[in-house]
């Protein structure tokens, strides 16, 4: 008999302002190529949906890798876990928002400005490289993830990646007017595998996206009660920055 997760709980989406003011205690760890590891599947969305700036490869931070480990060995046999996308270069930040931000003006010209930023950033944080309030995927501790079965094929969430429907929303078939068909009751059992593997680990999740985790950054602390973030705005290590630092005067 299918053993069946605990339900989601429907959150409310954080105040942004208040969260922008959690302070970061910057720990320093380094981005960690995803690919790398067995326990996961990698496949980085944006890189092969050819948007420009997307890098080949799903970068994380130490403290989330390790979790990610975690989450990935919690899940049922016959179940992995796909790593979508992890840090984000900022020209991808920023073409993601203004993409959206255009065709939901095209899409509600009576909508206001308010609240297009609104309903945008359900779906994709402004583009920030403040070190006091970075965009949660430019400091690699945001981390998009869906399962796949044991051949690695992807299984039905109920919405796909990035899809900007209300059904998106992590709670969203849990409500008591939601569809109940067999479809829609097997895409809310692996949400709740997906959410009870991920929070069970350390992440929290984004109300709006199903997809979307947390550890680390000011989401991360927002949803979990924690006073500071660990993780501020990061890049990719270059060869140029070591040398750099190797050459300096001592």
Do not use: K
Not at 213 to 224: E, N
Request: hydrophobic share 40%; glycine share 4%.
């Amino acid at each position: 008999m299918r053993t069946e997760p605990p339900a989601i709980p429907s959150l409310p989406m954080p105040d942004w302002t208040r969260l922008q003011a959690i302070p970061i205690h910057e720990c320093g760890e380094r981005l960690q190529p995803a690919s790398l590891c067995l326990e996961w599947l990698t496949w980085p969305a944006y890189f092969h949906q050819r948007i420009s700036g997307a890098v080949p490869e799903c970068h994380l931070r130490q403290g989330v890798f390790d979790r990610l480990l975690d989450a990935a060995r919690a899940l049922p046999e016959g179940l992995q876990l796909v790593v979508l996308d992890g840090w984000r270069p900022f020209s991808v930040q920023q073409y993601l928002y203004d993409t959206l931000l255009n065709l939901m003006q095209h899409a509600s010209p009576e909508m206001s400005e308010e609240e297009l930023v609104r309903r945008a950033r359900e779906l994709v944080s402004p583009p920030s490289t403040d070190i006091d309030a970075p965009s949660p995927h430019l400091t690699g501790g945001a981390v998009d993830v869906c399962l796949a079965d044991a051949d690695g094929r992807l299984i039905d969430m109920g919405t796909l990646f990035d899809e900007a429907s209300p059904l998106s929303f992590t709670a969203a078939l849990e409500a008591e007017d939601a569809d109940h068909s067999m479809q829609a009751l097997m895409a809310r059992h692996h949400r709740r595998i997906l959410y009870r593997a991920m929070t069970s680990a350390g992440f929290t999740n984004l109300p709006s996206e199903w997809w979307h985790y947390d550890f680390g950054d000011q989401l991360w602390a927002w949803y979990s009660g924690e006073p500071s973030a660990r993780y501020s705005a990061t890049h990719l290590p270059s060869l140029e920055h070591l040398w750099q630092q190797q050459l300096a005067p001592r």
